[in-house]
């Protein structure tokens, strides 16, 4: 299994930005998906997971409203698009997958995980 993140950088208080998380290496139309964050010094924690048909979707309550997860099981490909970014949203940004079909806030739910995009907000 690979989970490899892109998207990452630097945005100003306000922008948007867009991550992207390439899966491979197992069916990935079959799993729910989740996006979690770590910032410096601070444990990781939830953000946002989707069904594995994209039909169920949950959100952190400090990002609802302001992220959407989706998923394109065509390309393989989980997204989180992000919309006025404040400075508590930088964070490295973890892929992860899910070992069932439905989202799922619990770490102790997911089996697989990637590397990380930085996502720094700052002006």
């Known amino acids: 299994v690979q989970l490899v993140e892109s998207g990452g950088g630097l945005a100003q208080p306000g922008g948007s930005l867009r991550l992207s998380c390439a899966a491979s290496?197992?069916?990935?139309?079959?799993?729910?998906m989740g996006w979690f964050r770590q910032a410096p010094g601070k444990e990781r924690e939830f953000v946002a997971a989707?069904?594995?048909?994209?039909?169920?979707?949950n959100y952190a309550d400090s990002v609802k409203g302001r992220f959407t997860i989706s998923r394109d099981n065509a390309k393989n490909t989980l997204y989180l698009e992000m919309n006025n970014l404040k400075p508590d949203d930088t964070a490295l940004y973890s892929c992860?997958?899910?070992?069932?079909?439905?989202?799922?806030?619990?770490?102790?739910?997911?089996?697989?995980w990637g590397e990380g995009t930085l996502v720094t907000v700052s002006s």
């Open positions: 992860a997958k899910s070992r069932g079909s439905f989202p799922t806030r619990a770490e102790n739910s997911i089996d697989y």
């Open positions: 290496g197992f069916t990935f139309s079959s799993y729910a």
């Open positions: 989707i069904s594995w048909t994209g039909s169920l979707t």
